[in-house]
């Protein structure tokens, strides 16, 4: 079965050609359209994707609403949030809120098609140039202390959230640290149960939150 997607942003001809991308690749079906939240809400909820690509910009209900609603029901997609650049606090709330990452508007199509491989593998798609703005725009408003769930993460556990706050995949940590990826995928899994986190989005937002990695740190 192909990965499923629903595609909602208010623009008819972005749609076109999100869909355009998409249905020309292999292993992936659009399934549904939406024009502005509520719709998006109903079209999720009808069709159960895989993946949402979601713009922030919408009537009605705007993007970050509906995608904080569909990531509340059970087994919900992966939200992909699409962005022009200049909503960095919406971006930042998004996160927050545990969508999958986000995407600039502007993307070619190949960047496109591995965001989505990438989001669907379990990965978080986190836009290096989009990240590193987002994140020390808003997480260093305050000065961070380091939470008491931080004491229960092993020296390699709190190795990979940093790395995870980087920005790198699974396979990127693996090769950083020279174990397996399958090794990874537990360490992550681990850090995620012990901090309460619900993806690796999260993660990254948590560490910074925290001061694990400081604003300006780089990001792969």
Do not use: C, W
């Not at 703005?133 to 931080?150: E, K, T, Y």
């Amino acid at each position: 079965m192909g990965i499923r997607i629903v595609i909602a942003d208010d623009q008819a001809m972005v749609r076109v050609g999100l869909r355009m991308v998409v249905d020309s690749e292999e292993g992936m079906d659009v399934v549904g359209e939406a024009a502005d939240g509520l719709e998006a809400l109903a079209v999720v909820r009808r069709t159960r994707p895989d993946i949402v690509l979601m713009d922030i910009s919408m009537p009605r209900m705007d993007g970050l609403a509906a995608a904080q609603q569909i990531l509340e029901d059970p087994a919900p997609p992966k939200v992909v949030m699409l962005t022009t650049f200049d909503t960095d606090e919406n971006l930042y709330a998004a996160l927050r809120a545990g969508t999958s990452g986000f995407l600039l508007k502007v993307s070619p199509p190949e960047q496109l098609v591995e965001a989505i491989r990438v989001v669907h593998s379990g990965d978080a798609l986190l836009d290096p140039a989009v990240t590193s703005r987002v994140i020390a725009s808003f997480a260093g408003r305050h000065d961070p202390s380091p939470p008491p769930q931080l004491a229960e993460l092993t020296p390699r556990e709190l190795e990979v959230l940093r790395l995870l706050a980087r920005g790198l995949t699974n396979a990127e940590i693996a090769r950083e640290l020279f174990v397996g990826e399958a090794t990874v995928k537990t360490h992550v899994a681990r850090v995620l149960m012990k901090l309460g986190l619900r993806d690796r989005a999260q993660a990254v937002v948590f560490a910074y939150e925290s001061g694990v990695v400081r604003p300006g740190a780089a990001i792969a």
